[in-house]
C-alpha cells in the first residue's frame, strides 16, 4: 500500500540553525500539507501546497518557513533560523482528493 | 470559523468496556468529518471518516455517525481493547484537498 515517508525520524539542532525535513508524499497526489503538533498539544496546520505554489498558509507559517518540492517526488519544509519554540513533531501529509495520508513525523527538537 | 471540540481526556476504561468519545464542530458549509488515531510514538492514521449528513464510518469495530442536526461526531466502540490506547482526534475539512482543522485529541488508557 502506497505510504507517505519522511526523513529524518529525529532531528537535532540548535538554536538560529537552519533544518530541511523531508517528505515524500504518495506519488499520484496533488496536494501536500505540513502540519506540526507541539508535545501534548493538537496537531496545528502549516501550509498547503497544490501545483507548485502554496495554496493556504496559518499564522505560525512566518518568514522563517518556506516549502519547496525540488523534483517530482520530494517535499520539504525549511526552517531557517530554529527557536526553541520550533520543537515540535512536524507531519507531512498527501491527498489525492479528500483523504489526507500522513507521514509518520519527523520530531524536531531544538536545544 | 471552522473549529473542533473533544472531549477532555484522559478516558480510562475496563477491557471489553463501551467507549464514547464527543467531538463536536462549527463550520460553514458542508465539511467532511474524519478520526484519526495516534498510537505512542507513531504518526496519525485514519480510523474512519463521513463525508455527508447521516452517514456512519466505521474501522476495526469503531463507529461515528455524522449528525447535522447536533453538528457532531462521536467516535464509539462497543469493547474496547488494551490494544485501543491512543490518542484520538476529531477533524474536519471543509472542501475536497483543504486543510485538516483537528480537535486537541483525547487520550484513551485501556486497562486489562
Known amino acids: 500500500e502506497p505510504e507517505v515517508t519522511q526523513t529524518p525520524s529525529h532531528q537535532v539542532t540548535q538554536m538560529g540553525q537552519e533544518v530541511i525535513l523531508r517528505c515524500v508524499p504518495i506519488?499520484?497526489?496533488?496536494?501536500f500539507y505540513w502540519y506540526r503538533q507541539i508535545l501534548g498539544q493538537k496537531v496545528e496546520f502549516l501550509v498547503s501546497?497544490?501545483?507548485?505554489?502554496?495554496?493556504?498558509k496559518s499564522e505560525i507559517f512566518d518568514d522563517q518557513f518556506s516549502v519547496e518540492r525540488p523534483d517530482g517526488s520530494n517535499f520539504t519544509l525549511k526552517i531557517r533560523s530554529t527557536k526553541l519554540e520550533d520543537s515540535a513533531m512536524y507531519f507531512c501529509a498527501s491527498t489525492g482528493w479528500n483523504e489526507q495520508f500522513f507521514g509518520p513525523g519527523t520530531r524536531l527538537t531544538v536545544l | 470559523g471552522n473549529s473542533v471540540t473533544q472531549m477532555e481526556g484522559p478516558v480510562t476504561l475496563s477491557e471489553e468496556a463501551f467507549l464514547t468519545i464527543n467531538c463536536t464542530y462549527t463550520a460553514t458549509g458542508y465539511p467532511s468529518l474524519f478520526w484519526y488515531v495516534q498510537y505512542p510514538g507513531e504518526g496519525l492514521q485514519l480510523l474512519l471518516k463521513?463525508?455527508?449528513?447521516?452517514d456512519k464510518g466505521s474501522n476495526k469495530g469503531f463507529e461515528a455517525t455524522y449528525r447535522k442536526e447536533t453538528t457532531s461526531f462521536h467516535l464509539e466502540k462497543g469493547s474496547v481493547q488494551v490494544s485501543d490506547s491512543a490518542v484520538y482526534f476529531c477533524?474536519?475539512?471543509?472542501?475536497?484537498?483543504?486543510?485538516?482543522?483537528f480537535g486537541t485529541g483525547t487520550r484513551l488508557q485501556v486497562f486489562p
Open positions: 501546497f497544490y501545483n507548485n505554489e502554496i495554496s493556504e
Open positions: 506519488s499520484n497526489h496533488l496536494y
Open positions: 463521513a463525508t455527508k449528513a447521516d
Open positions: 477533524a474536519l475539512g471543509t472542501q475536497g484537498a483543504d486543510k485538516l482543522i
